[in-house]
């Protein structure tokens, strides 16, 4: 089964899918004494590249309870490295390439590697919010933490995972001091058909509520323990980051504005003018407060609507803007209909290329994992050309540098972001 990327995006296929079927796999050679799930041949592969996930179709010999520390062990009777057991469509997740513990010491040494990479950033001084573990990409597999000031968020993969808790705990403490409370959640997975406990919420300091992060010298305010939405997207903080000089003066079109990071950022750094559409009231509320937080400079307009349906009257009424920034849902629903991300993009493209300024920029962002960088440049491509407009790509970025992607781990890249410079033919 396909596994969604580690953030906010929903489903696509694992760049290493599970096999459909189980491959033909000669008998083991070793007997799977209890605690050891022994593998086929393809998943052996790529563990020894050093992929952390078993899928159920690979294993071959054993047996193992969900949240049961297993060894894995191949066909030929190789250790593989210790790995928690699961019941859903990941058969166990490995956390170390050797036969050792997966206990509090090999936690807190991730922890702080983890750290260590985000204070290397710059991160935890002028950005006070940040993703200090990637899951997979930071070798603690199917475990996110966020830090949001001094609250720090744990998101599990799965309720496998709870037995790390205790050692998770003692190691933000122990590297992370100046902790004020933790929290637990669940990353759910609509694909699962598993029923999950309750997530276990707080366990340690006070209910965060409402807080006022920096990303360098703006301000945002988040609720770090919401269940859904904390307010605030730190993977796109380096694109924010890079557009930041080049809004001076400009009209800028913030479509899918959700609590209006981008709104804010442009209209501190000089806009002249920043329209924010979205179709949540509540969302809109937020990107007002977010506003009152910092000291915006641009005029500001926002609009409770459909994107597509306010582009296609800007194009009617002959209003241009100079910047237009597109990061959409991966799907949604409103009275205009359903927007599919994988089927729609190039619609959005060119509805929002008719209102782009000659040399102005479409800056397109998407995080479906399912939509490769290629798929997405061909929508990106697509769209120009029904709008009968020329573009140049003249900057291409991704997720922060706190999402890191591990090189053996393809799962861990999601985000695409391209500005194009457009001209109308
Ligand atoms: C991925 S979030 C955007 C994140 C935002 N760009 C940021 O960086 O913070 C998607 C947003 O699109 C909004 N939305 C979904 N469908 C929409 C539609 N048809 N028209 C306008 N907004 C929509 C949602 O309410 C949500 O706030």
């Not at 997979?136 to 830090?147: A, I, S, T, Y």
């Not at 001094?150 to 902790?179: K, M």
């Not at 009617?316 to 597109?326: C, M, W």
Request: with cysteine; aromatic share 8%.
């Amino acid at each position: 089964m396909a596994k969604p990327p580690p953030h906010r995006a929903p489903a696509r296929p694992p760049a290493r899918a599970a096999p459909a079927a189980r491959p033909a796999a000669p008998a083991p050679a070793v007997r799977a004494g209890p605690g050891t799930l022994v593998v086929n041949g393809y998943s052996e592969r790529w563990l020894r590249q050093g992929f952390p996930w078993v899928y159920p179709t690979e294993v071959v010999a054993g047996a193992a309870a969900a949240g049961e520390i297993v060894q894995l062990r191949s066909v030929g009777g190789d250790e593989l490295g210790a790995a928690i057991a699961d019941d859903g469509w990941i058969r166990a997740r490995r956390f170390r390439s050797d036969a050792g513990k997966i206990d509090a010491a090999l936690i807190s040494g991730r922890l702080r590697g983890a750290l260590a990479l985000r204070r290397s950033l710059g991160l935890g001084t002028t950005t006070t919010c940040f993703r200090w573990v990637n899951g997979e990409n930071d070798d603690l597999p199917g475990v996110r933490l966020d830090v949001w000031a001094d609250h720090v968020v744990i998101s599990l993969d799965s309720p496998s995972l709870t037995r790390l808790l205790p050692a998770l705990v003692e190691g933000i403490r122990e590297v992370f001091p100046a902790v004020g409370s933790i929290h637990v959640g669940w990353r759910p997975d609509v694909r699962d058909g598993r029923v999950w406990p309750n997530p276990p919420g707080r366990i340690e300091g006070q209910a965060p509520g409402t807080v006022v992060v920096a990303e360098g010298g703006v301000r945002y305010r988040v609720e770090p323990a919401a269940k859904k939405d904390v307010g605030l997207f730190p993977d796109q903080r380096d694109n924010r980051t890079w557009l930041a000089p080049y809004y001076v003066g400009t009209r800028v079109l913030n479509l899918f504005c959700y609590t209006g990071a981008f709104s804010v950022h442009a209209s501190v750094n000089g806009a002249s003018e920043v329209v924010s559409v979205d179709l949540s009231r509540l969302y809109l509320d937020q990107l007002d407060e977010n506003l009152a937080l910092n000291v915006p400079l641009a005029r500001h307009e926002r609009i409770e609507e459909d994107a597509l349906k306010v582009l296609d009257r800007f194009r009617r009424q002959g209003r241009v803007f100079d910047r237009i920034i597109l990061d959409p849902p991966g799907h949604s629903h409103s009275g205009e209909g359903d927007w599919s991300g994988e089927q729609d993009y190039a619609r959005l493209v060119a509805a929002a290329a008719r209102v782009c300024a000659p040399g102005g920029w479409l800056i397109a962002s998407s995080n479906l994992g399912s939509v490769s960088p290629r798929q997405f440049q061909g929508a990106l491509v697509d769209g120009l050309r029904k709008a009968n407009c020329q573009g140049r790509v003249i900057h291409t970025g991704g997720q922060a540098a706190d999402f890191p992607s591990a090189l053996h781990f393809p799962e861990g890249t999601f985000l695409k972001f391209v500005v194009i410079e457009v001209q109308h033919a």
